[in-house]
């Protein structure tokens, strides 16, 4: 059974940094791309950050230059650090994964939702101004 567990989230001052976890269980994170897409009320479902099973990364345009996605291959965790946080990053954030070969970062990004097969339950950032 494919699980993806988020944590990490909470509120925070614009500015601020936080770093979220997702733990991954039912398989092995470098045959599948990953990444973390948000959603905020009213509002798409977005792409954040992606990793590719080749360890290729690519970013959501706002998020260039202050959020970094990364994996632990050896304990099977996703991350994404967040830093110089905006109200407008205020959003749920999901954990998302889609294996079946080697994929890229960039393609996964572009993708988006359509191809992801499993997402973890989301984990609420708020960010006040």
């Known amino acids: 059974q494919v699980q993806l567990v988020e944590s990490g989230g909470g509120t925070v001052q614009a500015g601020g940094s936080l770093t979220l976890s997702c733990v991954v269980s039912?398989?092995?994170?470098?045959?599948?791309?990953m990444g973390w897409f948000r959603q905020a009320p009213g509002k798409e479902r977005e792409g954040v950050g992606t990793i590719g099973s080749d360890g290729s990364t690519a970013y959501g345009h706002s998020m260039k230059g202050r959020f970094t996605i990364s994996k632990d291959n050896a304990n099977e965790i996703l991350y994404l650090q967040m830093n110089s946080l905006q109200p407008d990053d205020t959003a749920m954030y999901y954990c998302?994964?889609?294996?079946?070969?080697?994929?890229?970062?960039?393609?996964?990004?572009?993708?988006?939702?359509?191809?992801?097969?499993?997402w973890g339950q989301g984990t609420q950032v708020t960010v006040s101004s």
């Open positions: 039912g398989y092995i994170v470098t045959d599948y791309c």
């Open positions: 998302a994964a889609r294996g079946g070969g080697y994929c890229s970062g960039k393609w996964f990004l572009s993708a988006g939702v359509r191809v992801v097969a499993q």
